[in-house]
């Protein structure tokens, strides 16, 4: 068994190339919750969905979350009514905020759904949220503070970033199921999802962060960050921004003592001697997987 700590897009694509080379009931997902969102009513978990969505074969691949074949009629009539739709919510996928916020009603954990949900779609990854509590990751910017998703879908994450917080976190613990995939998996990876905003929110619930460095040796992260560019999202931005390198280094620096190994790409290998001079092994490799034959490759090298 091996456990990849998830954010959204990047993460459910390495996990859609490791259930090609190996099988997807041996894969445990933990899932970062720190953007979730309580919206119109409904608990929201994009993370947890991008990811379900990606291995159930029905996200949608343009917007990078979603559903494809997705319609809106929902929120243009909200948009004319003048309610909040700065954060579009198709129509089928509102289906699932509605199932997941009854069965939250009815006392049921966002574990519990999301074993619900993955079974209905045939997803046989398991996914677990990193924990059942409430946490929010916040931050503090130039126009002042924002919740996760005003930050990233309201301003575009187009505003000078100060501080990030993970509210709840310190009293917040990961599941049982959680701690059991973290002590018993023989690998465990991080996946090339943002390190700040994806990645930090799981490391920050209760003892994971020391779970996870008492097996150092068996982690493997592989870098967002490629050629000094995130490929999608705000990384390397927010990296420059809270005084981090917004290279290949820089993300080695931030899991120092997490990871035993970084998984770099091929446009950064002048920078494996670096990575190696901090205690880290190194693999180059293609780490855009763009083309089945690159997503092997990574999901091979990555077990290697
Ligand atoms: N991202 C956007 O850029 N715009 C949206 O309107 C939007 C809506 C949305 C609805 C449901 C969902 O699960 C995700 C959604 N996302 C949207 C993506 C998402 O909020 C972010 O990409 C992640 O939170 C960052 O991992």
């Not at 959204?8 to 080379?21: H, K």
């Not at 933990?30 to 119109?40: A, C, F, S, W």
């Not at 409904?42 to 159930?56: G, K, M």
């Not at 954990?109 to 990854?125: A, F, M, S």
């Amino acid at each position: 068994m091996i456990t990849v700590l998830s954010g959204g897009v990047g993460a459910a694509r390495l996990i859609r190339s490791l259930n090609l080379v190996m099988d997807p009931r041996d894969i445990t997902a933990v899932v970062n919750v720190g953007d979730d969102v309580l919206l119109h009513g409904l608990t929201i978990c994009p993370d947890l969905d991008t990811i379900s969505y990606t291995l159930a074969g029905l996200n949608n691949d343009e917007l990078g979350w979603g559903l494809a074949g997705e319609t809106w009629r929902v929120m243009q009539e909200l948009r004319h009514l003048g309610g909040a739709a700065w954060f579009a919510l198709g129509d089928r996928d509102l289906a699932t905020h509605l199932y997941r916020t009854q069965r939250i009603n009815e006392g049921a954990t966002k574990t519990e759904v999301t074993r619900e949900l993955c079974e209905h779609w045939g997803v046989l990854t398991r996914l677990l949220p990193v924990t059942n509590d409430t946490i929010a990751t916040t931050f503090d910017t130039e126009i002042g503070p924002l919740g996760f998703q005003e930050y990233f879908v309201q301003h575009h994450h187009d505003v000078v970033v100060h501080a990030i917080t993970v509210q709840g976190a310190k009293t917040s613990t990961p599941t049982h199921e959680v701690r059991s995939a973290l002590e018993a998996s023989s690998r465990i990876i991080i996946a090339p999802s943002n390190p700040l905003i994806s990645i930090d929110p799981i490391l920050q619930v209760g003892d994971v962060r020391e779970l996870l460095a008492s097996r150092r040796d068996d982690v493997v992260a592989v870098s967002p960050i490629i050629n000094g560019a995130a490929l999608k999202g705000p990384a390397d931005r927010l990296m420059r921004e809270l005084g981090h390198s917004a290279t290949s280094v820089g993300v080695a620096d931030f899991y120092q003592g997490l990871a035993g190994t970084l998984v770099i790409d091929e446009a950064d290998r002048e920078l494996a001697a670096q990575i190696e001079s901090r205690g880290m092994k190194v693999h180059v490799t293609t780490t855009v997987m763009a083309n089945p034959d690159h997503a092997r490759r990574l999901a091979q090298v990555v077990l290697a």
